[in-house]
């Protein structure tokens, strides 16, 4: 299907293959084989808390616009929530991605579960009709994409395919952290949107697309970076151990009662109404 894509994005996202084989964590991420279990564990955690804030309250038909191998997805399935639903199909859930190959993967882990359907489709060009979701959930996708414009039209596509008392719920990676401060002033990297943008530059994009924000959260409050991104002679000096401590401890104590502090996080995701 004719999905206007990047071509190169695509055969990235292609290349990814393992179509049908069962996913663990390390294989979802293409994480190095040595990666230690406190990362492994770091990362189920904040998968967990990311459904469940994109998930929850879920009802009627749900739209995960670029599902990837299905993290969120089947997470938010397995909900004990949701599960009371399972009887009365009161949930239904569209995962939709461009990649052939990370539908395939999302598709076998959800084979038993009636209420979710995959589709091929990209996030500027939903292949739905208007008005046709309760909530769209779009979590690590507008950060992939080439160019802002094409960041612009998936919120206007966002917009569309949602009821007029839908919800979104869609992260960014803040330019304005602590650490993405540190790689562009110290270590001289260009931090630049689409995947990177400051809180202001992104909720006056949510703004331009109709959308008013209901409530955020931040996640990854890392000063530098850590182990998943550093070479074999850094680890040695890999600060990741403390730092991913530290932002735990920061999610779970200090953010629930200081909720501003949210927009401090490295990745944050926003809950939006249409205006
Ligand atoms: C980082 S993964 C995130 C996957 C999943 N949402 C999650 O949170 O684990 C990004 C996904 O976006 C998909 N993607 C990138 N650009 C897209 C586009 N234009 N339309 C649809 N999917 C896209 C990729 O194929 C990939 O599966």
Redesign the pocket.
């Known amino acids: 299907m004719d999905?206007h894509?990047d071509p190169e994005?695509l055969e990235f996202?292609e290349s990814q293959k393992r179509c049908g084989e069962e996913i663990d964590l390390k294989l979802a991420r293409d994480l190095p084989d040595d990666t230690p279990d406190f990362i492994l564990r770091m990362m189920d955690d904040f998968e967990e808390e990311a459904a469940r804030f994109c998930f929850s309250g879920v009802h009627g038909r749900v739209l995960?616009?670029?599902?990837?191998n299905g993290?969120?997805l089947i997470r938010a399935l397995k909900d004990r929530r949701s599960r009371k639903n399972r009887d009365t199909k009161a949930l239904e859930v569209v995962g939709?991605?461009?990649?052939a190959n990370?539908l395939g993967r999302a598709a076998a882990r959800a084979r038993s579960d009636g209420r979710a359907a995959f589709l091929q489709?990209?996030?500027?060009d939903l292949p739905f009709q208007d008005q046709s979701f309760d909530r769209v959930v779009s979590?690590?996708?507008l950060t992939?994409?080439p160019n802002t414009s094409a960041a612009a039209k998936a919120l206007q596509e966002f917009y569309r395919v949602l009821k007029p008392e839908g919800t979104l719920a869609v992260d960014f990676f803040s330019r304005t952290s602590h650490y993405t401060m540190i790689r562009k002033h110290l270590f001289r990297e260009p931090i630049n949107p689409p995947e990177y943008v400051s809180p202001s530059e992104f909720y006056a994009e949510l703004d331009k697309a109709g959308f008013a924000v209901l409530e955020c959260r931040g996640f990854d409050f890392k000063p530098c970076q850590g182990y998943l991104f550093l070479s074999p002679w850094r680890r040695f000096i890999d600060p990741g151990f403390f730092q991913e401590r530290l932002s735990s401890f920061l999610e779970r104590r200090v953010l629930p009662g200081r909720k501003k502090l949210n927009l401090l996080g490295y990745r944050i995701y926003v809950k939006c109404i249409k205006k």
């Open positions: 999905c894509l994005e996202w995960d616009a670029g599902c990837g993290n969120l939709m991605d461009f990649s990370m489709g990209s996030v500027t979590s690590g996708v992939c994409l």
